[in-house]
């Protein structure tokens, strides 16, 4: 990630900084800002406000809150971050022939992507998209054999708020500039025509790298997560397939990967 | 001046050559014999056609905010009485995207797009960083 090791030299360090600069110049080319990102922040704390082993699980937030939060690297506040969680997740992956016999019911996993545009972030020209979600999303969905309507939720890699409307733009769930609108009256919260992010996510459930959106989503295709279960306890969809993705570097690397309720 | 206490270039046979150049208040940066292409970071081939035929040109130094970021919080001592600075890529006329810092102007004035110039810091005996300002 930190090709240049000269960049300390004109004080650059780190990820938030690399995802602000990607954010930054998304804000210029098409339609976004924080009132865009205030709505993923807090839709995601409602899911978290649901979640007892969230670390933001018993703390609410309204955009008044996300917008009094300290800068941390402008464009981003406070609440535009993930958090930082010592914990660990982990994921069994084995044959369906092998997973008949577990305890649990089985998850399928259906479909995979993955595009690595991969270039040192300051020549990137894909920091506004098309990020590696593009083609990742395409082939992931390709390979599954369906179409975006077929989706129910999405569990998606959120280092940054804005990592999160990239992602789903790139996907193709509203085109550039159209996040604001898409995520109006609660689309990805409790309720919501689209879940996003069920668990509180890495922006306030707690960062566990690609297995926070990985585990979510296996789990709540087993029907293991109590008061956010999707379906009638959340007045959303009961869930039979949702796209997860996980993305590196900065938005160098990305992939997608579809899982069905078997 | 007191003393210099931020992270100094780590100097590899890649980028000497530009930071003997900055010394000079000089922006080297390699072109491609072969297809013309300015690149940086420095490198023994062209990321565009692999040729390792080059020669080493002087930059204008004019170029224009690609994207910027605006530091509230320093990771790093040195930058603490900096705070609030301005981290930009800038791209030049030439064509790279240098990673720089944006001065001469308060932080929310700097815009994507906006035309910047090089201006030299002096920040070591053997250093001098190019950072940019609003190209007056």
């Not at chain 1, 009256?185 to 922006?203: A, K």
């Not at chain 1, 990985?214 to 397939?241: F, V």
């Not at chain 2, 050559?17 to 940086?40: P, S």
Request: aromatic letters at 10%.
């Amino acid at each position: 990630m930190e090709r240049n090791a000269d960049d300390a030299v004109f004080g650059h360090f780190g990820a938030v900084a690399g995802y602000a600069l990607a954010a930054r110049r998304a804000m210029h080319t098409f339609r976004t800002g924080p009132e865009t990102w205030k709505r993923i922040a807090v839709g995601q704390r409602r899911w978290a406000n649901l979640n007892p082993a969230a670390t933001m699980y018993d703390r609410p937030m309204t955009f008044e809150d996300y917008y009094n939060a300290r800068w941390i690297v402008d464009p981003f506040r406070l609440f535009d971050t993930c958090l930082m969680t010592d914990g660990g997740r982990a994921v069994i992956i084995t044959s369906a022939e092998r997973a008949r016999d577990l305890r649990h019911p089985p998850v399928l996993m259906t479909g995979v992507g993955q595009h690595n545009p991969s270039y040192d972030v300051h020549q990137a020209t894909h920091l506004a998209g098309p990020t590696g979600a593009k083609k990742a999303g395409e082939m992931a969905l390709r390979s599954a054999g369906i179409t975006l309507n077929d989706i129910d939720a999405c569990e998606i890699y959120d280092c940054f708020t804005y990592t999160v409307e990239i992602t789903l733009q790139d996907y193709g769930f509203f085109g550039p500039g159209e996040g604001e609108d898409w995520l109006k009256n609660g689309t990805i919260e409790p309720g919501g025509r689209m879940p996003v992010n069920t668990s509180g996510g890495q922006l306030s459930e707690g960062y566990y790298m690609g297995l926070t959106p990985l585990s979510e989503a296996a789990m709540q295709l087993m029907g293991r997560c109590g008061e956010r279960q999707l379906g009638p306890a959340t007045h959303t969809k009961s869930p039979e397939i949702i796209l997860c993705s996980d993305n590196g570097g900065i938005l160098q690397t990305h992939s997608c990967i579809v899982l069905r309720r078997s | 001046m007191g003393e210099y206490n931020k992270p100094l270039p780590n100097i590899n046979g890649d980028s000497r050559e530009f930071w003997a150049g900055c010394k000079e208040h000089q922006l080297r940066f390699q072109m491609c014999k072969v297809c013309g292409h300015v690149r940086w970071p420095a490198s023994i081939i062209c990321p565009r056609c692999y040729s390792n035929e080059t020669k080493w040109i002087i930059a204008g130094g004019r170029g224009k905010v690609y994207t910027f970021a605006v530091y509230h919080v320093a990771y790093h001592p040195g930058f603490e009485n900096d705070l609030p600075y301005v981290v930009a890529d800038v791209e030049l006329e030439e064509g790279p995207r240098l990673l720089t810092n944006i001065v001469g102007c308060r932080p929310d004035e700097v815009k994507c797009e906006m035309v910047v110039e090089v201006t030299w810091e002096d920040i070591t005996e053997e250093f001098s960083l190019p950072k940019f300002k609003p190209y007056q």
